[in-house]
T-cell receptor, first 114, second 114 residues
Framework: DGGITQSPKYLFRKEGQNVTLSCEQNLNHDAMYWYRQDPGQGLRLIYY???????QKGDIAEGYSVSREKKESFPLTVTSAQKNPTAFYLC?????????????FGEGSRLTVL | DQQVKQNSPSLSVQEGRISILNCDYTNSMFDYFLWYKKYPAEGPTFLIS?????DKNEDGRFTVFLNKSAKHLSLHIVPSQPGDSAVYFCAARFSGAGSYQLTFGKGTKLSVIP
């Protein structure tokens, strides 16, 4: 089945540690996105990538880094510089020229900093 | 500054009645508006969208209305069913420089009471 796979679903991290969240898609989509959801905050854009080897900062990129070495993969690293990393992270993808702007989301990864 | 606002954090409706979820936006450059449905600990799923050049789009029990002069859109669910209980996010698409970004509202939690 085509879709977006995020792993791990749950992750615990000690303060000061970097952690990488995986996102893989087999939809042949050009664009990929990372969003963060906090209670009562909706979804906020962290980073996005329209093509391989290119990505742009979203609204809340500080403390995060990404790479896009392959079309299928868009991992997100939460660094120790992120002051409040505990959140639900969502990866999404879309056709670059999607007429409707529809994003397809993964199941999410919940990160908890201990 | 929030560009997409969902002013009602929650809404309760009796099964079989109409659910109306509202959304306001400030950016007149948005060209597409979308509604997503989200269950706890899952990724959002696309529900329905509308182009900024239209004022209504219907898909089964779901209808989205767009009032551009008021910068307001609404999602109508008729009849409401218990399975519709979820958080609904309004999103608006901005297209620029060959990229597409979605800006999300904070969501409205709909509870359909049997």
């Amino acid at each position: 089945d085509g879709g977006i796979t995020q792993s791990p679903k749950y992750l615990f991290r000690k303060e000061g540690q970097n952690v990488t969240l995986s996102c893989e898609q087999n939809l042949n989509h050009d664009a990929m996105y990372w969003y963060r959801q906090d209670p009562g905050q909706g979804l906020r854009l962290i980073y996005y990538s329209q093509i391989v080897n290119d990505f742009q900062k979203g609204d809340i990129a500080e403390g995060y880094s990404v790479s896009r070495e392959k079309k299928e993969s868009f991992p997100l690293t939460v660094t120790s510089a992120q002051k409040n990393p505990t959140a639900f992270y969502l990866c999404a993808s879309s056709l670059r020229t999607a007429n409707t702007g529809e994003l397809f989301f993964g199941e999410g990864s919940r990160l908890t900093v201990l | 500054d929030q560009q997409v606002k969902q002013n009602s954090p929650s809404l309760s409706v009796q099964e079989g009645r109409i659910s109306i979820l509202n959304c306001d936006y400030t950016n007149s450059m948005f060209d597409y508006f979308l509604w997503y449905k989200k269950y706890p600990a899952e990724g959002p799923t696309f529900l329905i969208s509308i182009s900024s050049i239209k004022d209504k789009n219907e898909d089964g029990r779901f209808t989205v209305f767009l009032n551009k002069s008021a910068k307001h859109l609404s999602l109508h669910i008729v009849p409401s069913q218990p399975g519709d209980s979820a958080v609904y996010f309004c999103a608006a698409r901005f297209s620029g420089a060959g990229s597409y970004q979605l800006t999300f509202g904070k969501g409205t939690k709909l509870s359909v009471i049997p």
